[in-house]
């Protein structure tokens, strides 16, 4: 089991950058796999990131790509969405998840555990 908490979300103005952070706890998260995810207002769920157990392979959704950064600290049970270039269509509740696997997926259905979510919104 594992427990996951996104923070770092809030109002940004389009073109400014925003940190999320996803603080894992249970059993460490050096045994899973992570990932972003998001859900704009009215819409599904939609991928963002993802990345290994290790860390050594990101994934970017077409949308984020150039613009958005995942990374994870294992020593420290942290994973990071670290957006820059905003832009309003990246009002979201983002979510971070997890799955007991090396590599992670595009795949909502393929994770686990997911946190509570966290909003960001870009002004225009």
Known sequence: QVQLVESGGGLV????????????????????????FRQPPGKERE????????????????SVKGRFIISRDNAKN???????????EDTA??????????????SAKEYDYWGQGTQDTVSS
């Open 47 to 62: 991928y963002v990131a993802h990345i290994s157990r290790s860390g050594s392979s990101t994934y970017y959704a077409i």
């Open 78 to 88: 942290m994973v990071y969405l670290q957006m820059n270039s905003l832009k309003p």
């Open 13 to 36: 103005q389009t073109g400014g950058s925003l940190r999320l952070s996803c603080a894992a706890s249970g059993r460490t998260n050096t045994t899973y796999a992570m990932g972003w």
């Open 93 to 106: 509740v983002y979510y971070c998840a997890a799955r007991p696997y090396p590599l992670g997926s595009s």
